[in-house]
């Protein structure tokens, strides 16, 4: 599904990522962890599109097509998603009418009929009650207000609605509570399935506990510098990362 | 001759002679720096006569319809000494304040009665091409009585420049308040003046929320003076500006005593080759102690060629004072437009979201649901792509 190569990144002239290979297959689950300002995020967004980050070398293919070609709402309509470390607030634009305008923009790229008012709100009612939500945040300004696990439990609704092919979840589990974790874990096993495929960045294992990755991935100075099964991120919580950022 | 030289020297009034001699304002008056009079100067401007209504409007310099409603009075035309002070003050304060003054068509004072509670609905209608009309209107507001004005323009295609002045005194006695809504959507080749000043005695309360997208150009000059104690004001302010429009606010709030307090948030949206001009001055006198100002200014520009000329300005000359100030000018945030685009939002859908968003956050403080929902109507056909908004808003808001 995605197939990046040589991946190198830099941002306001300071080289960020710095030679990335990784393959991404249909249907599987991958970790990237890594120590803080490693380059996690910056591969995420380059990923997404954010135009920040400048890549210098390198090539993704997604789904047969270059990935770094397309525009960022190009690469929403061909089925990627990006959960925010940071969820973006923005004042003045209720919530509801981002979530319905993104899911029919989508629809629209599926060849799907748009979602009548009605369908809408049965199907965002079912997301919110899987993400225990109240309404009320549909009528909210996205994101504005919000506590940090209700800004991730939003990107995990938006997920919900969106049904992308590629997910790239961004330390979704920092500043959540053991129970917001359980739920906003739940709510991306909910969306396994044999066709998505899913990026997961995070610090902790426990949110690994919750949702089993196939692939792990220690991400170290802008290079993988190791890979594993979801035993290496049990070797890690043990062991910290000092021995592999000196490797 | 051009301008209003002819006119001028057909009137009697006592003031044309000195309006002729100063003629009008130039850039070279501060205040008028940036106003592009031109077009202006270009007409021979004629006085505007009054089309047929049924509501209560402002037409051809005159007031029609005046309603007849409980508390509210038509009162003699003439003005007190103060009144008179007032006036003049504003015939002076600016470089076009002799001809509106020696123009001046009609003169309509109303007072709103003791405890009495009144909504008024004022219509600008629009002036035939090279017509212009002055008017004047003079509002009192006893002790404890409540005024909601609405001005609303009408906005008829007019093939040629037209003018319309409106120069406003408000008395705000003590324990009243007054709401007042201004929306101006006037046609694509009004020019509009419009001069408020207003004195807000013990408790009393003024509140004015104004939006603005229509006209060619358009000058407002806003004066607050809060003299009595507890007295407070509040200015919303918004102007859409596009195409080749020039819009002007010149916003002035003087705390004369103590514990009072005002803020003003005034938002310019510029696009294309459009101008705005934003001037807010707040003046917080020696003896006014105890008192609060707020003032928020943000001016977002969505073209290359658009300019804003915001300038805050804060004279503080007692020392127990709180007061916050912020002026932003900026284009679009980067990060929100990548967070909707990254959610399928199209480049154009994105943005005009973010438009609105700017927006709204002045039109969202207008309690009339009518009023705003006008305003949000119009505000949304303005916008560039924003079917989008309006279509959500059908489907979705309850
Ligand atoms: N927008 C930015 N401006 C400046 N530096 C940045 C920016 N984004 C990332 N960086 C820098 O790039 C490096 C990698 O950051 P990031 O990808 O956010 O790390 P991680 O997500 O692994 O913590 C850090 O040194 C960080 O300071
Ligand atoms: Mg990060």
Known sequence: MLSIRNLHARVIEKPVLKGINLEIGTGEIHAIMGPNGSGKSTLASVLAGRDDYEVTDGEVIYMGQNLLDLEPEERAWAGMFLSFQYPVEIPGVKNIYLLKAAVNAIREHRGLPELKASEFLKLVREKLKVMQMDEAFLHRNVNEGFSGGEKKRNEILQMQLLEPTLALLDETDSGLDVDALRVVGEGINQMRSPERSVLLVTHYQRLLDIVKPDFVHVLAHGEIKLSGDHTLAEKLEREGYEGIEAA | ?398
């Open chain 2, 1 to 398: 001759m051009s301008g209003f030289s002819e006119w001028l020297a057909d009137v009697k009034d006592v003031r044309a002679p000195e309006a002729l001699a100063v003629g009008l304002p130039t850039k070279r008056v501060e205040s008028w720096k940036y106003v592009p009079i031109r077009g202006l100067a270009r007409t021979t401007w004629q006085p505007a006569s009054p089309q047929t209504t049924e509501q209560f409007a402002l037409t051809g310099g005159q007031f029609v319809n005046v309603p007849k409603v409980d508390g509210c009075v038509v009162s003699e035309n003439t003005v007190t000494a103060s009144e008179q002070k007032r006036l003049d003050r504003m015939s002076q304060a600016h470089g076009f304040g002799l001809t509106q003054a020696a123009l001046e068509n009609t003169r309509l004072v109303l007072t709103i009665q003791k405890t009495a509670s009144v909504v008024l609905n004022l219509h600008h209608l629009a002036n035939q091409a090279s017509s212009a009309g002055f008017a004047t209107l003079v509002l009192r507001v006893e002790a404890g009585g409540q005024l909601t004005l609405v001005e609303q323009f009408e906005s008829t295609d007019i093939e040629s420049a037209n003018l319309s002045s409106l120069r406003c005194l408000v008395a705000l006695s003590r324990d009243s308040s007054v709401t007042h809504v201004r929306f101006q959507a006037a046609n694509a080749t009004a020019h509009v003046f419009s001069n408020l000043d207003v004195e807000c005695s013990e408790n009393a309360s003024y509140r004015l929320q104004t939006i603005e997208f229509g006209s060619k150009l358009a000058r407002n000059d806003i004066y607050i003076a809060l003299v009595g104690r507890e007295a407070s004001a509040s200015v919303n302010g918004l102007a859409i500006t596009s195409g080749t429009q020039y819009h002007d606010t010149h916003l002035a709030i003087d705390h004369v005593v103590g514990e009072t307090n005002s803020e003003m948030t005034f938002r310019n949206m510029v696009d294309g080759k459009g101008e705005a001009t934003f001037n807010g001055r707040v003046l917080i006198c020696k003896d006014s102690q105890r008192s609060a100002t707020e003032q928020s200014i943000a001016n977002l520009l969505l073209s290359e060629s658009a300019r804003v000329n915001p300038k805050p300005e804060l004279e503080i000359y007692a020392d127990d004072v709180t007061a916050s100030h912020g002026c932003t000018v900026g284009s679009l945030n980067k990060t929100e437009l990548f967070y909707l685009k990254s959610r399928g939002l199209s480049e154009a859908d994105a943005r005009a979201f973010l438009q609105y968003a700017f927006a709204e956050k002045i039109v969202e403080e207008i309690e009339h649901r009518d009023i705003r929902e006008l305003v949000e109507t119009q505000l949304l056909g303005e916008l560039k792509h924003g079917e989008l908004i309006v279509e959500l808003k059908e489907s979705v808001d309850v």
